[in-house]
């Protein structure tokens, strides 16, 4: 499965972005799927995750109220809604997917396909 994010971009702190990430060679049926970020000169953290039958979602508690994870199944895309950004939501945003048990989905060694990364920037 080959993924593509897309959607960052350049706001300013209150603003809202969706990222989108589509699923070509393949489909995410069957997967786990999530959004991660990797903040300048940090390590990459799990955002919100979701299996794509339905089911539990995890948003990460720094963005719980603010994002919220979605999908539309005939297109094979995966979203990501980020209202009210802060500046510390800056970062490149990745979408990735893999055969995850629930317990680990916030676990990025856990998941096999992942998109390219899009760049978030939020000013104050």
């Known amino acids: 499965v080959q993924l593509q994010a897309s959607g960052g971009g350049l706001v300013q702190a209150g603003a809202s972005l969706r990222l989108a990430c589509a699923a070509s060679?393949?489909?995410?049926?069957?997967?786990?799927v999530g959004w991660f970020r990797q903040p300048p000169g940090k390590e990459r953290e799990a955002v919100a995750a979701f299996r794509w039958s339905g089911g539990n979602t995890y948003i990460a508690d720094s963005v719980k109220g603010r994002f919220s994870i979605s999908r539309d199944i005939a297109k094979n895309e995966l979203y990501l809604q980020m209202n009210s950004l802060k500046p510390e939501d800056m970062a490149v945003y990745y979408c990735a997917a893999g055969r995850v048990i629930w317990g680990l989905v916030q676990r990025e060694d856990r998941y096999y396909y992942w998109g390219q990364g899009t760049q978030v920037t939020v000013s104050s």
């Open positions: 060679e393949g489909s995410f049926a069957g997967y786990t």
